[in-house]
């Protein structure tokens, strides 16, 4: 029988330079996201479930990233995508029961949360691509 893996489509958003980002029951900081239902695209999920985590709206951007990732204290794999969103706006975000937190983090501040080196290295792909979108003269 072939191994199958849950699939979790989550969004970078980035706002006004920092991430969004929430709090797990493990005490990680995740991006928002989640499972895909039936009928719905990748990016409906995740600007839907960036809207159910946090109240706030958001259009979905590119792919980002895409690996596996093994949780360990729930003994299971996970395969994660990442997106680019964008959201807009000066609310601050709003955590459903799902999360114990919601934060606003600076590039800088990164690298030293708890969290999935995945989440990490997708935070740092889309502060980069909106940099040189900023600056399409800029070398790449």
């Known amino acids: 029988m072939a191994t199958t893996y849950p699939v979790s489509i989550k969004g970078v958003v980035i706002r006004d330079g920092k991430v969004l980002l929430l709090k797990n029951e493990r005490e990680e900081w995740e991006l928002p996201g989640g499972r895909i239902e039936p009928g719905e695209t990748p990016e ?11 109240q706030w709206e958001a259009t979905t951007g590119p792919i980002l ?18 997106y680019g969103c964008h959201s807009y706006g000066d609310s601050e975000p709003v955590h459903s029961d799902e999360h114990k937190e919601a934060g606003l983090f600076a590039e800088d501040e990164v690298p030293g ?24 003269g800029q070398e790449a």
């Open 65 to 82: 990233d895409a690996w596996m990732y093994y949780i360990s204290a729930a003994d299971k794999s996970v395969f994660i995508v990442t």
């Open 44 to 54: 409906e999920c995740v600007a839907r479930e960036i809207t159910e985590e946090t």
């Open 113 to 136: 949360l708890h969290m999935p080196e995945g989440y990490k290295r997708s935070i740092a792909i889309w502060f980069e691509r909106l940099r040189i979108q900023k600056d399409p």
